[in-house]
């Protein structure tokens, strides 16, 4: 009785998935991503918010964001606090400008209801349908590269260097190692079709690690800790300061970008577009990351937006919102299992993003590589993102060298007004706003 339920709410069968693959499919994700619930709180904290309560707002923020996007939006996509998006709040808005965390939760607020006026008035939609289709490839393709930077520099494989910026890290550390192994186990997994390939990756680098004492089991279960000194601390008329405006704008213009090119890149790697390569109901979809960007401000915790995590849950068959909701599940349960969480090391979920990464780059294949004003904008694109270390910056430069090329190549007939729009819209931005 209660199988059919689920069976019709999430219409498993018309998507080619059955419960069993979608659970297997949200574990997967949740633990590609589960790294967020550590990371968030101590990046945060930094601009005076306190840990604990930064960790409980993690957990329900994406919590919310994962059963609305799940049971309403049916879409196999989680949510959580956005990486970047946490650095820009501590660094930029707080260290940087000088506000109050409260203010800049107030920001966080304003930009994800205005997301929703968006969203509402189908501006967004607009948006998002005029993107042209290389910018598309070259999005999807980037925000692999992104990840694959994330991965890197959370295992050390790539460091800082003064001179060249960016470098190889030592390879004889325990941390590269277990991320090299843990990325090669889960392609060659993959490549064998072995289900919950990427799960067993992580699982298997966590325990060899411990074993080897390169990480320490914390434990199993502890009560959440009290939410109280974040849990409405928003200030909302801090936030509604003149000079916020360009705080306000910079949260709502990474975040509509930031999902907007995730929700192309994961739904283009799961099969879930329709035949004119449009998301069905993107609407509801934004509105899940909205409504929980929201209900995070008031939580404790930067804007919540779709992870492109969720790919490797879709990889593993996930298909329909089932998916979403076992990770929003995953969510609340690990407010009470925070040690065990815990005990998943960054190096072990960077082989998974490294995977990852890799399925996401091979849209590049798809570019028009023979047509020079299609390729540059792909390039230009996909390797912004990994260098500006922003997935709203590699859409900003994608546009503008897309519309300049274009029209300078008198391909007038390959822009439409939208592309046209953003891409002055943006030129602005990056001219004068950063
Ligand atoms: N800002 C972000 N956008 C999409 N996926 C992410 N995963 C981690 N941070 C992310």
Redesign the pocket.
């Known amino acids: 009785m209660q199988k059919s339920l689920i069976e019709r709410h999430f219409k498993l069968a018309e998507h080619g998935t059955n419960a069993k693959t979608e659970i297997i499919a949200g574990i997967t994700t949740f633990l590609t991503?589960a790294y967020?619930i550590f990371v968030n709180p101590s990046i945060l904290s930094e601009s005076g918010m306190d840990y604990g309560a930064v960790f409980v707002a993690t957990c329900l923020a994406s919590a919310v964001g994962c059963l609305i996007m799940g049971l309403w939006a049916n879409y196999p996509i989680a949510l959580?606090p956005?990486?970047?998006?946490n650095a820009f709040f501590t660094y930029g808005v707080v260290m940087g400008m000088g506000y109050s965390w409260e203010a800049a939760l107030g920001a966080v607020f304003l930009s994800g209801f205005t997301f929703f006026l968006l969203s509402v008035f189908r501006i967004r939609e607009w948006i998002i349908n005029s993107i042209p289709m290389s910018l598309r490839l070259g999005i999807a393709a980037g925000?692999g590269l992104f990840?694959a930077m994330?991965a890197l520099q959370n295992s050390g494989i790539v460091v800082a260097n003064e001179a060249t910026y960016v470098a190889l890290g030592d390879l004889s550390e325990p941390a590269a190692l277990y991320a090299l192994l843990g990325f090669f186990v889960i392609t060659a997994l993959a490549h064998l079709r072995v289900t919950g390939a990427v799960m067993i990756g992580i699982l298997g680098i966590t325990a060899l690690s411990m074993l080897l004492g390169h990480n320490e089991f914390g434990g199993i279960v502890s009560m959440p800790p009290s939410i109280a000194p974040t849990l409405m601390q928003l200030d909302l008329a801090g936030a509604l300061d003149v000079a916020m405006l360009s705080v306000v704008f910079a949260f709502l213009f990474v975040d509509l970008f930031?999902?907007s090119g995730?929700l192309i890149g994961v739904a283009h790697r799961g099969g879930l577009l329709d035949k004119d390569g449009k998301l069905p109901r993107i609407g509801r979809a934004m509105m899940a990351d909205s409504g929980a960007s929201m209900a995070g401000a008031a939580l404790g915790t930067s804007t919540t937006?779709?992870?492109?995590?969720s790919t490797a849950g879709i990889i593993s068959g996930g298909r329909t919102g089932l998916t979403a909701v076992v990770v929003g599940v995953l969510f609340l349960i690990s407010l009470f299992f925070s040690p065990l969480a815990g005990s998943i090391p960054a190096f072990a979920t960077a082989g998974a993003l490294l995977y990852v990464a890799v399925l996401m780059a091979g849209s590049l294949a798809h570019a028009d590589w023979n047509d020079a004003t299609e390729a540059a904008p792909v390039l230009i694109a996909a390797l912004a993102m990994p260098l500006t270390f922003s997935?709203a910056e590699g859409i900003a430069l994608g546009f503008v060298s897309y519309a300049a090329i274009k029209a300078l190549s008198g391909r007038f007939r390959d822009l439409n007004p939208a592309v046209v729009v953003l891409a002055l819209v943006f030129s602005a931005k990056l001219l004068f706003l950063d």
Not at 82 to 85: A, N, V
Not at 305 to 309: D, H, K, L, N, P
């Open positions: 991503m967020i959580a956005g990486m970047g998006l925000i990840l994330i930031d999902t995730t937006t779709s992870y492109i995590e997935i």
